[in-house]
């Protein structure tokens, strides 16, 4: 499974990839907004500067919302770095400009997701990646992992080159739970990721082997 981290932050997306298991960065509109990147040339640049960072798969989103629109911005997307990943929302203009990019070879993460039957059209036109988002599910009483599951089963069916990105993920165990669905890619926040690490067995036994070895050393 690849892991990705969801943020426009330089520091968070340094620190995930020096732990050395990072394969990709998201970002949306509201995350650049957070960073407080805005204008054509700054987000240029801030993209360019993730792309920097990372070895591959850095997700840029289109903020146009009209087909002409999003080829002309997706387009000049994909001109910064050939990391760059065009987000497009699930819409019937989005699903167009899919496949519109696929045929043109650029790659394509399809964003909004919260049905299998979105999902398929995303497969369909040739997504590189799907986005289910989970947490907002959750957020509203929906089953957010369950999609995860019918996604996975639906594209295993058919064999559809897509890849499932598990989007909107919120803790460790959404992470773990994406992981035993078979989810091909989770996106989350650098906490997700670190939580990974967390067990107080781990904790214990290292302070126990440490003093273990002080003991045995006389000091
Ligand atoms: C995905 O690409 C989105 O940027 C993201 O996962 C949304 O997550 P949120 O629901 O926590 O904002």
């Given amino acids: 499974m690849k892991f990705f981290i969801d943020t426009a932050n330089l520091d968070e997306i340094k620190e995930a990839y020096d732990l050395g298991v990072l394969d990709g960065v998201t970002t949306n509109p509201s995350l650049m907004a957070k960073e407080g990147i805005s204008g054509d040339e700054k987000v240029r640049a801030h993209y360019k500067a993730i792309c920097d960072i990372v070895d591959d798969n850095v997700s840029a989103e289109v903020i146009a919302t009209d087909f002409d629109g999003m080829i002309k911005e997706g387009k000049e997307l994909a001109k910064i770095d050939n990391k ?6 699930m819409t019937k203009d989005g699903v167009k400009a899919i496949k519109y990019f696929h045929n043109e070879g650029i790659r394509t993460n399809c964003t909004l997701v919260f049905s299998s039957g979105q999902a398929i059209l995303a497969a369909k036109a040739g997504a590189t990646f799907v986005s289910p988002f989970i947490g907002r599910l ?10 995860i599951e019918q996604i996975v089963h639906i594209y295993d069916n058919y064999g559809y080159a897509t890849q499932v990105l598990a989007a909107s ?11 035993e669905l078979g989810a091909d890619v989770v996106t989350c926040p650098l906490k997700v990721i670190t939580g990974l690490l967390k067990h107080p067995l781990t904790d214990s036994g290292l302070a126990q082997f440490l003093a273990d070895h002080a003991k045995a050393a006389g000091k």
């Avoid at 959750?138 to 999609?147: F, K, N, V």
């Fill in 169 to 179: 993920v919120r803790h460790s165990m959404h992470l773990i739970k994406c992981a």
């Fill in 138 to 147: 959750d957020d509203i009483s929906y089953d957010g992992l369950e999609l």
């Fill in 84 to 89: 760059i990943v065009v987000k497009v929302p």
